[in-house]
């Protein structure tokens, strides 16, 4: 499907549940930043149909999977936060991970989603859980549990995260260091990193051997954050960047691919 530049970009965004109760819950922040930078997003779940403003529909199989072609008609792919990851999909058992949490079809959706997003350089951002599914669709592992991590979203704990010199994190963000919020108890360290991704954020001490972020070197943009950048009401105005980034991605690639 071509789309002319001046039409908004559209953005899928995965979710949970797809129906309005859980979205109004759930997913809003993302949705509400989205609109506040001119963009359309798409809901991506694996239990409601995937519906675009021009009517077409794309619907979930009894897994939970959208069909690749959703992508077709998407200028990039946001991975929301969430429950954890069956650790069985990084040839793990259960160690940390709340089996309360998971849930398989989202499961199935993300990484499916994501692996087809990598195979065709889509741009992708991956948002704590979403972070963490793009790790392990990538070929990665994670640390199921860490104690202490997670803060609460009324009383939110930022922290400083070291952004690695040479990263495109560091150079969107114009800085080495970056205030985060922290809502997660899994997350990816050095050796559980997918091959062909770089760390480029590190926690600080006494944890510095936490990724707090990463990225890929060989696809136009794809990056994953521990933190929740959607929250942008409790954070630095310096977040505003990395979206802008995101968004000029999409942007590209919907000038420089025939669809």
């Known amino acids: 499907m071509a789309h002319s530049p001046q039409y908004p970009l559209l953005i899928g965004v995965t ?11 759930n997913t809003r922040n993302y949705l509400a930043m989205l609109a506040q ?20 529909t794309f619907h979930p199989d009894a897994q939970g999977r959208l069909p ?41 959706l993300e990484i499916h989603l994501s692996q087809d997003a990598l195979a065709q350089d889509m741009p992708l951002f991956g948002i704590c ?17 860490l ?9 939110p704990a ?3 995260v070291a952004l690695l010199p ?8 114009g800085s080495l260091s970056l205030a985060v919020n922290t809502y997660h108890h899994q997350g990816v360290d050095i ?19 936490l990724v707090e972020a990463f990225e890929s070197p060989s696809h136009r943009w794809v990056v994953g954050v521990q933190w929740h950048p959607e929250r942008i009401f409790e954070l630095p105005d310096a977040h505003r960047r990395l979206w802008d980034s995101f968004l000029g991605a999409c942007r590209e690639r919907r000038q420089t691919t025939d669809r």
């Open 15 to 25: 979710t949970k549940h797809g129906n309005a109760e859980w979205v109004a819950e």
């Open 37 to 56: 930078l001119g963009a359309t997003p798409v809901l991506l779940a694996p239990d409601e149909p995937a519906q675009f403003p021009d009517g077409m």
């Open 158 to 160: 930022l922290h400083e």
């Open 147 to 155: 104690p202490n991590h997670r803060s609460s979203t009324e009383k």
């Open 191 to 209: 050796p559980t990193l997918a091959p062909g991704m770089r760390a480029a954020a590190l926690a600080s001490a006494p944890d510095e051997w």
């Open 166 to 173: 040479g990263s495109r994190l560091a150079q969107t963000i």
């Open 68 to 108: 690749a072609a959703v992508l077709d008609h998407l200028d990039g792919l946001i991975l929301s936060g969430g429950g954890d990851v069956h650790p069985r999909y990084f040839g793990a058992e259960l160690a940390g991970a709340e089996l309360k949490s998971i849930s398989a079809a989202r499961d199935e």
């Open 129 to 145: 859980r979403g972070c963490q599914v793009l790790n392990v669709a990538a070929g990665g592992g994670m640390v199921q549990d």
